[in-house]
């Protein structure tokens, strides 16, 4: 079973500078998609970014980018010119690429990420 | 992108009950599924909906207690029924919709 790994429950970042979110992944399959999605207090889970696993070129939007190791099975979050705004709860999913049931996520336990002004 | 509402928004319950919580979405989306999210806690999949056929359940998840309608393209439901405390939780209805997931608001349950 595929397993999301996020190892920092809490993170902070001074406004306007930069911070990095972890997220390690384990699974046994080639094709696969990667998201963070944002959940701020109320609930409504936010897609952040998405990573198909068969590009090579780290996606970013924005402010928003990732740096995605397949081989290491990483999957960070860098969030530059830190804005009030994003603090939330971060989650880290992980999606195969199939039919059927497949296309559930899994997701990690979550970062609670604090910006101060 | 897809719109997702949920009914209710929240509810607090008495043990032994049920309570039905709708999802509506403003597409027609194939695959639709209800997550848990038990507080302070990540989000667990209960199940799979796909209009015209059964749901699917996920490990520790039964369709006595769970019982899961996906009458049409846009329109889902999940009751969680015989309600105890163990059952307080934020229910989350998911859409796929090209290519992405969307989520509804949530279903803030409390059971006393």
């Known amino acids: 079973a595929q397993t999301v790994t996020q190892s920092q429950p809490e993170m902070s970042v001074q406004e306007a500078e930069t911070v990095t979110l972890s997220c390690t992944y384990d699974?046994?399959?080639?094709?696969?998609?990667l998201f963070w999605y944002k959940q701020p207090p109320s609930r409504q889970m936010i897609l952040v970014i998405r990573?198909?696993?068969?590009?090579?070129q780290n996606a970013t939007e924005n402010r928003f980018s990732v740096n995605f190791q397949k081989a290491a099975k990483s999957f960070s979050l860098k969030i530059s010119d830190s804005q009030l705004g994003d603090a939330a709860m971060y989650f880290c999913?992980?999606?195969?690429?199939?039919?059927?049931?497949?296309?559930?996520?899994?997701f990690g336990k979550g970062t609670l990420l604090t910006v101060n002004p | 992108s897809a719109v997702i509402s949920q009914k209710p928004s929240r509810d607090i319950c008495q043990r032994g009950t049920s309570l039905t919580i709708q999802c509506q979405v403003d597409?027609?989306?194939?695959?639709m599924f209800w997550y848990r999210q038990q507080p302070g806690q990540s989000l667990t999949l209960i199940a799979t909906?796909?209009?015209?056929?059964?749901?699917?359940?996920e490990s520790g998840f039964v369709i006595d207690k769970f019982p899961i309608s996906r009458p049409n393209l846009t329109f889902s439901t999940l009751t969680v029924s015989n309600m105890s405390p163990e059952d307080s939780s934020i229910y989350l209805c998911?859409?796929?919709?090209?290519?992405?997931?969307?989520f509804g608001p949530g279903t803030r349950l409390t059971v006393l």
């Open positions: 990573q198909e696993a068969y590009k090579q």
């Open positions: 999913a992980y999606g195969e690429i199939g039919g059927g049931s497949n296309y559930k996520l899994t």
């Open positions: 597409s027609q989306v194939t695959m």
């Open positions: 699974t046994s399959e080639s094709d696969y998609y």
């Open positions: 998911s859409a796929r919709h090209i290519g992405e997931q969307f």
């Open positions: 909906a796909n209009q015209g056929s059964e749901a699917t359940y």
